[in-house]
């Protein structure tokens, strides 16, 4: 099977996940309790009121007719309005997903920063005093739940040294970034351990293998046996766990966005469950999931490119 071929077929499989994802959206967000018309309307809300709202809303059709009025505007883009807020949902998610798509992508570069190289300092010093140092450094940051982290670097670093901003997210993409430094650090941290533990195994276990003994044996430089040989083949493992773990990342972005009062897709997540903002909720989860089965498609096709076997 050609690479091309095996990027359409990754395609096509993307197909009855994206429905399955509709389906369960759908059904979830119905079984939250309450409804939209008393959080709209309050607890004091008369029965006549909360019927004219689910009537405006559609939400007085049987459940089936729902469905396909959801899937019809999904697949033409429109997401509707939100309840709460009254505006479009394709705004909503248009201004808030990228805030979120920075913060996971500056997290995950700052935990590729901090495992690759740490890894491979670890493996190749097994045993050693570096060794255990490392691991017993990223095992304290694996230890730790992301909300006390982010509580932990923002009382250090913001409160009391003032290096970082409190919270928000700046105006201009290099205020962006410094805004969103510290967050970014609090998820990666966690996402570094499981990165740097998978890639110290990779690395210990390829170094002993015997195409890396006899690439050696042939007079190659020891740099370029650990990048041609030792870290393409170690890196197999460790991309599929990377993508695994974006899915981690997003969601850890939901805790960290409201301790660091960023004005993100998972901020607006909270606040639409608590308000019943069915439209908004289903907006946003769509979105994510297809951010995620992007991401696993990126990594299939890497994992591909570093090892071909797997496109066959």
Known sequence: MSFASFIFRRVLQMIPTIVFILVVTFVLVRLLPGDPASAILGDRARDADVARINARLGLDQPIFVQFLYFVRNVFTGDL???????????RLIAERLPVTLLLTAMAAVIALVMAVPLAFVSALRRGRASDVVVRGAFQVGLSMPVFYVGLVLLIVFSANLHWFPVGGYGDGFFAHLYHLFLPALTLALSLSAILMRNLRAAVIGVVGAEYVDFARAKGLRSRLVLTRHVLRNAL????????????????????????????GAGRLMIDSIYGRDYPVIQGLTIALAVVVSLIFLATDIVQAWLDPRVAR
């Open 236 to 263: 197999i493992s460790t991309v599929a766990l990377f993508g695994l773990q974006i899915g981690v990342l997003l969601s850890g972005a939901v805790v960290t966005e409201t301790v660091f009062a960023i004005p």
């Open 80 to 90: 509707g309005n939100s309840i709460s807020l009254k505006v479009p949902v394709a």
